[in-house]
């Protein structure tokens, strides 16, 4: 084991190499899942919960189960976490008892506390800033219905989220390029697209959805009001109503083109029933694949060879 433990925050923080590695450990553990028996052997995961979840929660689950270990639910409802028992301590006292912790929580800076007090491994599950398994899980299905994403197009059309943000770290250590559709009002912070550019990623913003899927090998999307923002749902809308992805868009895009949503999908908002039930959407696959992904995570963070 390394002195340091293996932390997976962000699609930014992790070696473009060992991000291929992960890639493709889930590619192998979805055409073998035998391959998987007995690595995580007597290991077990902690499983933080500050927000709601079933894709996150059941995956990561049955993923540990598939590696042999176990995992442990923990929500703000009955943990003490949830009565104000601070983040340091919680780190402390978790350590002692499981291998890795994963947190799905509001604010960043819970899960960088949580990393900086665990003496195991810290995974991201998402926070309000970013959620780099679910596009890891993406890329992966990306590559398993096309090819490698290195130099493709993606276009991100809607919000500008959490998920975009980890869009943008994963066009800097992937190497495709970006092109983000948002109004105005809902962009990425400028600091997140500064420093994108200045790695050398190929990033562009649009205001005008169509310019952004023109030609694109895959148009993506995400709720128009993630969670903690419902008191702003009616502004939202109304500002991103010319960014539904309906089956319009999607013929601008590559006549092969996929499209993928992270889930859980909100018809009629964010994307019209034709396209995310038609014959361009892999969202089935995206959500089978944060399974194997986070497989590929677990078994990097706990140096299971
Ligand atoms: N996509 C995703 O993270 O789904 P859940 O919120 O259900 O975990
Ligand atoms: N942007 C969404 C993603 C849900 C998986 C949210 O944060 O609610």
Redesign the pocket.
């Known amino acids: 084991m390394s002195d340091r433990p293996r932390h997976f925050l962000d699609i930014d923080r992790v070696h473009p190499g060992t991000l291929r590695q992960i890639i493709e450990r889930g590619k192998r553990f979805k055409k073998d899942r035998a391959s998987a028996n007995g690595l995580l052997a007597g290991k077990t995961l902690a499983m933080i919960f500050e927000?709601?979840?079933?894709?996150?929660?059941?995956?990561f689950e049955v993923g540990m189960n598939h590696l042999g270990g176990n995992a442990v639910v923990m929500s703000d409802r009955d943990s003490q976490m949830g009565r104000g028992e601070t983040v340091e301590d919680t780190a402390r006292v978790l350590s002692r008892y499981v291998d890795a912790i994963m947190i799905?929580t509001d604010d960043p800076s819970k899960l960088h506390t949580l990393a900086k007090h665990a003496t195991v491994p810290v995974i991201n599950?998402?926070t309000d800033a970013s959620?780099p398994?679910?596009v890891m899980a993406d890329i992966m299905t990306y590559e398993e219905h096309r090819e490698f994403i290195k130099r493709k197009v993606i276009a991100w059309v809607g919000d500008g989220n959490n998920m975009t943000t980890s869009w943008l770290h994963a066009a800097v250590q992937f190497q495709f390029e970006l092109r983000i559709a948002t109004p105005p009002e809902l962009r990425l912070s400028q600091g997140e697209i500064g420093w994108a550019k200045s790695e050398g990623a190929k990033v562009s913003e649009h205001t005008d959805a169509k310019e952004a899927v023109a030609g694109a090998d895959c148009v993506t999307t995400d709720t128009w009001v993630s969670?903690g923002h419902d008191a702003e749902r009616d502004k939202r809308l109304a500002l991103l109503a010319p960014y539904q992805v309906d089956g319009a868009l999607m013929t601008l895009a590559k006549p092969d083109a996929i499209f993928m949503h992270?889930?859980?999908a909100h018809r009629g908002e964010e994307v019209t029933e034709d396209v995310i039930d038609g014959d361009q959407s892999v969202v089935w696959d995206e959500?089978e694949n944060?399974l194997y992904a986070q497989m590929g995570i677990l078994a990097w963070c706990l140096e299971a060879t």
């Open positions: 927000k709601n979840s079933t894709r996150t929660r059941v995956s799905r599950g998402l959620h398994c679910q969670m992270c889930l859980p959500a944060r």
